[in-house]
């Protein structure tokens, strides 16, 4: 029987950027291999560095699809677990760690015996960095087991061990990552007259784009513009030929998201003309389109677990978290939920840490509902 802690704790330590998980996917098939050991009616696929492990159905009329991510972030962690990652600048600061080990508990648990639909378990990297899902759709990685149904997770650090929370609409919005470089002209401190001075310029852009959603966004609807690095200058005496920004666009529909994608070229466009400069600008969208739950499937969901005296089941306003099974859900029907972690720290800081008796809870409960769907 799987170890849930002990594989956690594991995966915890192996942390990798995307399309890099070479030891991860490697850990992930020694617990395949072990859980399907024997079992006729599994059959495995790999796409790079990621598993699809498909369950055929004894009288199938529909494939029921799990999702899970298992790349980390960029991230030192300052956790001192003795179990800390052991991959320098690298940690799963995101939950992966638990949603790989969930995934691995739903497997071992829906292939005891074989169920009368089929079922696809998704093991899909990539997800923070390079939109592996949309990596993998348009590289037909899914071939003849593309889900009719899609499920999927993300652990939630303020929400408590026992809730689970969805909604019937938008759960996660479609972000869109930003890069812009202004371009001037270098020169000594001394002489600014001399020189066109690219840092100036992006400051002033950060403080125009801060109207983006105050003056343009509707404040029932929200939305995101972060700028959250600047990079310009080499010390403090020579004027920055050149400034780069990153940031990101976060919205509950695509049509705002692109109003706000409009608004930062336009902006930025403009602080470039005022200053006599060039601007180059990126909008990488992509994969991280708004995670839309299905509302038929959402309601037959939280029905379910609506009656489970374990759960606490939480009717949930969106996030403007990203997640690409957003780009899947536009493809295929189905639903996302958060699960309760209840740690103080919020995704991505360096010092969340689970707790884990969320493993144990999510796979009876998630396991009992997609035993549901698949008998």
Known sequence: MLDLIKTRRDLHQIPEIGLEECKTQAYLLERITEITAGKSFVEQRLWKTGILVFLHGSSPMKTIGWRTDIDGLLITEETDLPFSSQHEGRMHACGHDFHMTIALGLLEKM??????????????????????????YE???????LPDEFYGLHVRPDFKVGDIATNRSTLFAGTCEVYLTFKGKGGHAAFPHLSNDALVAAAYFVTQAQTIVSRNVDPIE?????????HAGVTSNIISETASLRGTIRALT???SL????????IAQGV?????MEVEIELRQGAWLPVENQPELADELMAFFGQSSAVNLIDCPPAMTGEDFGYLLQKVPGVMFWLGIDTPYPLHHAKMSPDETALPFAVEEISTFLSYKVQ
């Open 222 to 230: 929200g939305g995101v513009v972060t700028f959250g690095a600047m």
């Open 139 to 145: 590289d037909d990685a899914f071939k003849d087991w």
């Open 259 to 266: 109003l706000m994608q409009d608004r930062v070229k336009t």
């Open 272 to 276: 470039a003309v005022s200053f006599n």
């Open 111 to 136: 292939a005891e015996q074989q169920p009368k639909e089929n079922m696809l378990f998704l093991f899909q990297p990539a997800e923070e960095n390079l939109g592996g899902a949309k990596l993998m």
């Open 254 to 256: 695509q049509e705002m």
